[in-house]
């Protein structure tokens, strides 16, 4: 199977907020990998492909929560703690420029060694 991805993804274990667009029910979840295009979820809800998705990232509680918008791409069953999770696709369809930032200055103050690795892999 060919990598469709055409951004970085990087490992963040923290929790997020979310809802469906057309409800005002908050639900909790946890982010398993985020990019600039989106991010892998476990969540405890079984969600339709192409379901619509505010999602509320709280990475750091020194940085702003990461705000976005995004549609179900995949869902997978899983079992955690013999609780039956869902882990979730989600791609990005509104990501806007401050949350991008909010997000690469995460990454430039976790993550400084392999950013500085990805950022020049491809220049030989």
């Known amino acids: 199977m060919q990598e469709k991805r055409r951004y970085v993804r990087w490992q963040i274990k923290s929790p997020l907020y979310y809802k469906l667009q057309d409800s005002d029910l908050k639900n909790e979840?946890?982010?398993?990998?985020?990019?600039?295009?989106?991010?892998?979820?476990?969540?405890?809800?079984?969600?339709?492909?192409?379901?619509?998705?505010?999602?509320?990232f709280k990475i750091l509680d020194r940085i702003n929560p990461i705000l976005a918008e995004g549609r179900v791409i995949w869902q997978k069953e899983i079992k955690i703690e013999d609780r039956c999770q869902f882990a979730t696709g989600v791609s990005f369809s509104r990501f806007r420029d401050v949350d991008k930032e909010k997000l690469y200055t995460y990454i430039w103050q976790?993550?400084?060694?392999?950013?500085?690795?990805?950022?020049?892999?491809?220049l030989k």
């Not at 979820?41 to 619509?52: A, F, G, H, M, V």
């Not at 976790?110 to 491809?122: A, C, S, V, Y």
């Open 29 to 56: 979840g946890l982010v398993k990998d985020i990019s600039n295009g989106g991010a892998s979820i476990i969540i405890s809800e079984e969600l339709s492909k192409d379901c619509l998705l505010n999602l509320v």
């Open 110 to 122: 976790n993550f400084p060694e392999e950013l500085n690795r990805l950022w020049w892999q491809g």
